[in-house]
C-alpha cells in the first residue's frame, strides 16, 4: 500500500501544474469587487484566500472536498462495528480529495499511535501551570513550546530547498496530530481529575477512540461521539479565524505548532470557538434563573434579555451560513438516537424553536439559526464531560484536521508571505473622493 506522504508527491506536481496553467490563462480575470463596508466590515465577502480542502455553501453548509457530511458519514470507513465515521478518513480526505479504503484509514490510525508520544519537557511544563489557567491557554503554551520537535524548523535551519519545504510540514502535521489528544487528555487530568498518569495510546485503537480512553471515558457511545465530532469540527474553508490565522502564520514559514498554536489562539475567542463554552455557561444560567422545562414566555424572556443587555445569543448566527448548519444537524440527530429523553437537549430543541424568530423579530443578524456550537456541550454534558472550559480544547483537536491538511498544501502550491494592503481611512476616503 503506498502511504500517505507518497501519494501526496503524486498528488502535487499534478496540482502545480492545474494552478500554473489556470493562472496562466486567468491570471487577469477579475472575480469581485470590494466595497468600503466590506473594508470595514470585518472583510466579509472578499474573495481573498486559496484553501483546497472545504468550501461552505451559505445555505447548503460545509462540503469536505465535495463531500457533505451526510456523504461523508455514509462514504467514509468506520471503525467495527461503529456508524460514526472515523476522523482519520476525514484527514485523508482532506490531505488527497479521495475517499480513503479502509485500509488506509487503518494504516494512519497505526501511523499517529506510532507518533503520539508527547516530550516530557512539555508534559511537565503542564503539570506546573495553575490548574486555574483556561485550558485553551494551556493548550497553545504547550504546542508553542513543542515546536522544538520541530523537523521543519530544523531542515529550514539547514538550508532546506523550498521545493522539499512540504515534506517537513507534512511530517510536523503528522506528528503534531499524533500527540494532540494526548496533551489535550493531560491538561484536562492536570485541571480537573489530578490523576497523575494517562493511559498508553493503543496501537490498536484509532485516534477518537484512543482520545476517549485518555479522557478516561470508556462508555463506546461517547467513543461514537468522538468520532463524529472530531469529525465534523474538522474544517470550515479558509476564512474563519483558526484557519486563516494558521494560514497567515503559517505565511512566514512558521512552523506548524507555531502556526497551530496561533490558531488556537484564535479559536479560544467566544465568537469562534469558544461559543461552546458559552453556550453551556448561558443554558446553565438559564436553567439556574428559570429552571427546566420552563414555560415559551420565560424562555422568550431570558432570550430578549441577553439581547437588550448587548450580549450575543451563544451558538447562533454565522458569518457564511444562512440555514441552520449541518453540523448541528448532524450532532441533534446523534442526540434523537442516543439521548432523546434529556432535559437539557429538550430544552436546546425548545430553543431551536424559539432563538431564530426573536433574531428574527430583533433583525440585526445575518443569520437567525443554530452554528455547531448550539449542540456539542449538550452532548459532552450527557456522557459526564461535564468541565465546559474544556470543551474548546477538543475543537482544537479536530480543527487540526483541517488547518493542518491546508498548511501541507500551502507550502507544496508555494504561497507566499500574506500581506495584504490596509489603508488609513483618510486614505480610503481620498481614494474614494478621487474616484
Ligand atoms: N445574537 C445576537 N446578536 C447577533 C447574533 C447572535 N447570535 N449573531 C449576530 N448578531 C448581531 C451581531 O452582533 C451584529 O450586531 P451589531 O450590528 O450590533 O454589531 C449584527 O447581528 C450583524 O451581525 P452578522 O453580520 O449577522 O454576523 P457576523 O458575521 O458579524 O458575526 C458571528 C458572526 C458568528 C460572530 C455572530 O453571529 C455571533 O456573534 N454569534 C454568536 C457567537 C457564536 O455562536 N459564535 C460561533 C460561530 C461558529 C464558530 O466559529 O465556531
Redesign the pocket.
Known amino acids: 500500500m503506498k502511504d500517505l506522504k507518497m501519494i501526496l508527491a503524486e498528488l502535487i506536481p499534478k496540482e502545480q501544474s492545474k494552478i500554473k496553467a489556470f493562472r496562466e490563462l486567468h491570471g487577469k480575470d477579475v472575480i469581485g469587487q470590494i466595497t468600503v463596508d466590506m473594508v470595514y466590515g ?1 472583510m ?1 465577502g472578499i474573495k481573498g484566500l486559496v484553501t483546497e480542502t472545504s468550501v461552505v455553501d451559505p445555505d447548503e453548509g460545509i462540503r469536505f472536498r465535495g463531500y457533505s457530511i451526510p456523504e461523508c458519514q455514509k462514504l467514509l470507513p468506520r471503525a467495527t462495528g461503529g456508524e460514526e465515521p472515523l476522523p482519520e478518513g476525514l484527514f485523508w480526505l482532506l490531505v488527497t480529495g479521495n475517499i480513503p479504503t479502509k485500509e488506509q484509514v487503518n494504516w494512519l490510525s497505526k501511523e499517529w499511535a506510532r507518533r503520539s508520544d508527547v516530550p516530557e519537557y512539555v508534559m511537565k511544563m503542564i503539570d506546573n501551570i495553575p490548574k486555574d489557567v483556561h485550558p485553551m491557554s494551556q493548550f497553545s503554551a504547550a504546542v508553542t513550546i513543542m515546536n522544538r520537535e520541530s523537523k521543519f524548523g530544523n531542515a529550514y535551519s539547514k538550508g532546506v530547498n523550498k521545493e522539499k519545504y512540504w515534506e517537513y510540514i507534512y511530517e510536523d502535521s503528522m506528528d503534531l496530530i499524533a500527540k494532540l489528544p494526548v496533551i489535550a487528555a493531560k491538561i484536562y487530568q492536570h485541571s480537573y481529575r489530578h490523576k497523575t498518569k494517562l493511559c498508553k495510546v493503543s496501537p490498536d485503537l484509532d485516534w477518537a477512540h484512543n482520545f476517549s480512553e485518555l479522557l478516561d471515558f470508556r462508555n463506546p457511545e461517547f467513543t461514537e461521539l468522538m468520532r463524529l465530532y472530531l469529525t465534523i469540527h474538522s474544517d470550515h474553508e479558509g476564512g ?1 479565524v483558526s484557519a486563516h490565522t494558521c494560514h497567515l502564520v503559517g505565511s512566514a514559514l512558521s512552523d506548524p505548532y507555531l502556526s497551530f498554536a496561533a490558531a488556537i489562539n484564535g479559536l479560544a475567542g ?4 469558544l ?1 461552546n463554552q ?1 453556550v453551556l455557561i448561558w443554558l446553565t444560567r438559564l436553567q439556574n434563573e428559570v429552571g427546566t422545562n420552563v414555560p415559551t414566555e420565560k424562555l422568550k424572556k431570558f432570550i430578549w434579555d441577553t ?1 437588550k443587555a448587548g450580549k ?8 457564511v451560513l444562512r440555514k441552520t448548519d449541518p453540523r448541528y444537524t448532524c450532532q441533534r440527530e446523534f442526540a434523537l438516537k442516543h439521548l432523546p429523553n434529556d432535559p437539557l437537549f429538550q430544552l436546546v430543541s425548545k430553543l431551536y424553536e424559539i432563538v431564530p424568530n426573536i ?1 428574527l423579530e430583533q433583525g ?4 437567525p439559526w443554530p ?3 448550539a449542540h456539542s456541550g449538550v452532548l459532552l454534558q450527557y456522557y459526564g464531560l461535564k468541565e465546559m472550559n474544556f470543551y474548546t480544547v477538543i475543537f482544537g483537536v479536530s480543527r487540526a484536521l483541517g488547518i493542518l491538511a491546508s498548511l501541507i498544501w500551502d507550502r507544496a502550491l508555494g504561497f507566499p508571505l500574506e500581506r495584504p494592503k490596509s489603508m488609513s481611512t483618510d486614505c480610503l476616503m481620498a481614494f474614494v473622493t478621487k474616484k
Open positions: 470585518g466579509r474563519n467566544p465568537l469562534h470557538g461559543a458559552e439581547l450575543v445569543v451563544p451558538g447562533y448566527g454565522h458569518a433574531l440585526k443578524a445575518k443569520n452554528n455547531v456550537d
